[in-house]
């Protein structure tokens, strides 16, 4: 098996973090890239283009918090 890319969706939870883990171990051994998709539930107006930055600035605080769980 030769993987190169791993797509890597994330939300924090119990779940996720171990799905995290076992990407890192993957990467380790292929010197695989991974991409983090952050996940998020959408509330309001899901029509809506913009991304207000105070929730960006959330998310990305949230990702980090949870990643350290991971070492």
């Known amino acids: 098996m030769n993987t190169q890319k791993i ?12 799905a ?8 380790s051994v292929f010197g695989s890239h991974i991409t983090i998709m952050n996940c998020y539930e959408v509330t309001g107006n899901i029509f809506s283009s913009e991304i207000p ?19």
């Open 7 to 18: 797509l890597l969706p994330f939300d924090g939870s119990t779940h996720s973090i171990n």
């Open 20 to 27: 995290t883990k076992y990407a890192l171990n993957l990467a």
């Open 53 to 71: 930055e105070s929730l960006v600035v959330e998310i990305q605080a949230n990702v980090k918090k949870a990643l350290k769980k991971c070492y």
